[in-house]
């Protein structure tokens, strides 16, 4: 059974700061993996997709990196600012089936 | 960029009645959509795979008795919970991939919070 994990749970940083998100899942045999950003009592929004055969995929101050065989990816935010204040969620697709699992988040705090 | 509603947005019923609660894709359709629960600080937890014009696809462990599914159209999927109790308080969530696009996106509406009493 496929479990995601993400750490850390929560994170407190200065304005400015370039900060990486951990993600690991058990299960290797992953169809694609996507970063979602989720505001107190809202949605998700999709930041960025990166599928099996990718390596990375980048999106303005985001970048999200996938090493399949070791199950990682991160998230790396550079320069930080207070409107990333969010919950960071990353999740995995194990087949085509689009039926995403999901990790616990991680809770970002930009300080100004 | 494809948008996806929930409404309501939140709603408060007493113990033993039903809640209907619609999801709909504004400008695409979509053949499929799914069906997340998550309760405070948690994660989303899918539920159900509504699959338009045929019955839905339940999760492990999800009553589909008391989680009823339709999808009666591509652009509109209802997730009715019956006889609710306050357990069933939760956040529902849920997303949609468009069924004309190769992408492999989903889009996910901004939820509707249940509260129980």
């Known amino acids: 059974k496929q479990e995601v994990t993400q750490i850390p749970a929560a994170l407190s940083v200065p304005e400015g700061e370039n900060l990486v998100l951990n993600c690991s899942f058990t299960?290797?045999?992953?169809?694609?993996l996507q970063w979602f950003r989720q505001d107190p009592g809202k949605g998700l929004t999709s930041l960025l997709l990166?599928?099996?055969?990718?390596r990375e995929q980048t999106s303005g101050r985001l970048n999200a990196s996938l090493d399949k065989s070791s199950g990682r990816s991160t998230l790396y935010i550079a320069a930080s600012q207070p409107g990333d204040s969010a919950t960071y969620l990353c999740a995995v697709e194990m087949d085509s089936s689009y039926k995403l699992i999901f990790g616990s988040g991680t809770r970002l705090l930009v300080r100004p | 960029g494809a948008v996806v509603s929930q409404h309501p947005s939140w709603v408060i019923c007493k113990s033993g009645t039903s809640v209907k609660i619609e999801c709909r894709s504004l400008d695409f359709q979509a053949t499929t959509m799914f069906w997340y629960r998550q309760f405070p600080k948690q994660s989303l937890m899918l539920m159900a795979t509504?699959?338009?014009?045929?019955?839905?696809?339940?999760e492990q462990g999800v009553e589909k008795d008391k989680f009823l599914i339709n999808h009666a159209s591509l652009t509109l999927s209802t997730l009715t919970v019956t006889s609710a109790h306050p357990e069933d308080s939760s956040f529902y969530i849920c997303s949609a991939r468009d069924s004309e696009q190769g992408s492999y996106e989903q889009y996910f509406g901004p939820g509707t919070r249940l509260t129980v009493t």
């Open positions: 509504s699959n338009e014009g045929s019955k839905a696809t339940y």
């Open positions: 990166i599928q099996s055969s990718q």
């Open positions: 299960d290797s045999a992953i169809y694609n």
